[in-house]
């Protein structure tokens, strides 16, 4: 049984409803203002990665013997380059230096303890 999300034409509200089914039903009266003026939206879908692919992208955990995985110097780097590109910023060059050295196995002396 799918879920299809509309949007009301009337008021603009967007909602979900289960649909009991895989056939075709028209259109679906909105909860807001109970209007039947409505449109079936694409919806968004999400895409999870396998352990595999994260350890293809991040490097093995067991390759990192001793090293919390979490800790480890590269995934620390992409996630923070990853904050600063969600929030619309360029990297400052001392943290770049900082994720290159720790590309490179030296951790940041804060983490090193």
Known sequence: MPIYEYQ??????????????????????????????????????????????????SGEP????????????????RWTEKKFQDMGMDVPKEIKEEISAAREGKLPDELAD
């Open 62 to 77: 067991s390759l990192h013997s001793g090293t919390d995985f979490y800790k480890d110097p590269r995934n620390i780097g």
């Open 8 to 57: 009301c034409r009337k008021c603009r509200n967007k909602f979900s409803t289960l649909v009991r089914g895989w056939k075709e039903t028209g259109t679906a009266a909105c909860p807001k203002c109970g209007s039947d003026q409505t449109e079936r939206l694409v919806s968004k879908f999400a895409y999870h990665k396998s352990t595999q692919t994260i350890h293809e992208e």
